[in-house]
Structures are given as C-alpha cells and as structure tokens.
C-alpha cells in the first residue's frame, strides 16, 4: 500500500478555506484517494474519494492533479466543528482487489480552527 | 450512511483476565470487517481482516493468540483480548464496507 506524507498540524481560522495537501509518490495505478476525518475518542469517518482530477461533495473537494503523486483536500468556511484530524490514504477500493477495504493510516494532519 | 456499532463503548477490566468487544453492521451484511488499535494521539493500526465463515487474518505482530476474531455471522464480528495486560489498554476500532469504509465509534479499553 502507497505510503502518504501529510502536514502534521494546521492552524485555521472560522471561514476560512482550508487546504491539506497530501503526497503519495508511490501510488499505484488502481489506486484511489480517500480522505478521513476523526474526532477524538470517535472512529474516523468518511469525507471524500477520488482518482483523478476534482471531486467535490457536500462537504468538501478534492483535487488531483494528472499525475496524481499528490492530492489536496479542500474545506470551505471551516468552523469550529471541523477542528479534528485529518487522514489521507491511498489504496485500491475496486471489489476483489487484495487491499480491497484494508486501510493504512498515516500520521494524519491535526487541523485546530480558531475563533 | 451505512452504521456500524460496538459494544461496550469502555471497559475496564483487571489484568489476565479476558474481555470481549463487538462490532457489527446495522443496515447492511458484511462478509469483511476490519479492526485497528489506536493509542493515545496515534494513529490507527490495522490489526487484522475478520473473514465471515473462515479464520481471520491477522497483520504481521498481532498475536492470533491473545486478539480473537470470530466473524459467526454477515452482521456481527467479535475480538476477545485474552489474558489482557496494562499494555493491551487502548482504543479499538472496526470497520467495515467496501471502497468506502464504514467505522464503529470505537472501544475503549483499560486494563488495571
């Protein structure tokens, strides 16, 4: 499984954009991006997946450029609430794959967000 | 979304003795979960693969031994830390889904 490098902490202000950039140099090529958010003392939750280019939801976007070496997280008018850490992980989410549901987490980029 | 839960949500319980945590999947089946230990301002750590109907598979330093994974049914897996030791007090999670995973909120578990 692909190895990710994050920021290990950020500090952000309420409404402001927030961006976390991720680096994965190894990934594979049936490998997605997926992002996890966790608060303390609760399991990580789900916040977005990608391959390649941009995906936005609800809740965020994320980006990937072509050669998809990195990916970046982008969270709009951050609050209070989104003070949490922060998971990037790359692996392969195709059914039947070997990894398929396996997870390896990296350190993870601790976002504080300020009044 | 989907929901898994577990239970207990903490427990405490004193040194060798053996304790059992569950995780199962409310609204959908499961044929694999997942379970990860968390210590304090750590990351997740995979532990093992809980297999519905087969033995699961565990990660390269989990002892199959002390960390019990039984996956009985679609909806339902169970660790049972054997034997616990101070050291075996952290947080456990499971998960379970496919491309997007599914986490339960997590069992804390002290060891006196």
């Known amino acids: 499984l692909a190895k990710t490098t994050q920021p290990i902490s950020m500090d952000s202000y309420e409404g402001q954009e927030v961006n976390i950039t991720c680096s994965h140099n190894?990934?594979?090529?049936?490998?997605?991006i997926t992002w996890y958010q966790q608060f303390p003392s609760q399991g990580p939750r789900f916040i977005i997946q990608?391959?390649?280019t941009k995906v936005t939801n609800e809740v965020a976007s994320l980006f990937i450029p072509a050669d998809r070496k990195s990916s970046t997280l982008s969270l709009p008018r951050v609050s209070l609430s989104d003070t949490a850490v922060y998971y990037c992980l790359v692996g392969d989410v195709e059914a039947g794959g070997t990894s398929y549901g396996k997870l390896t987490f990296g350190q993870g980029t601790i976002l504080t967000v300020h009044p | 979304g989907a929901v898994v839960s577990q239970h207990p949500s903490r427990v405490i319980c004193k040194s060798g003795t053996s304790v059992k945590i569950e995780c199962r999947s409310l609204?959908?089946?499961?044929?694999?979960m997942f379970w990860y230990r968390q210590f304090p301002k750590k990351s997740l750590m995979l532990m093992a693969t809980s297999n519905e109907g087969s033995k699961a598979t565990y990660e390269q330093g989990v002892e199959k031994d002390k960390f019990l994974i039984n996956h009985a049914s679609l909806t339902l897996s169970t660790l049972t830390v054997t034997s616990a030791h101070p050291e075996d007090s952290s947080f456990y999670i499971c998960?379970?889904?496919?491309?997007?995973?599914?986490f339960g909120p997590g069992t804390r578990l002290t060891v006196t």
């Open positions: 990608g391959y390649k």
């Open positions: 190894n990934i594979a090529t049936n490998d997605y």
């Open positions: 609204d959908f089946q499961a044929t694999t």
């Open positions: 998960s379970a889904g496919g491309g997007e995973q599914y």
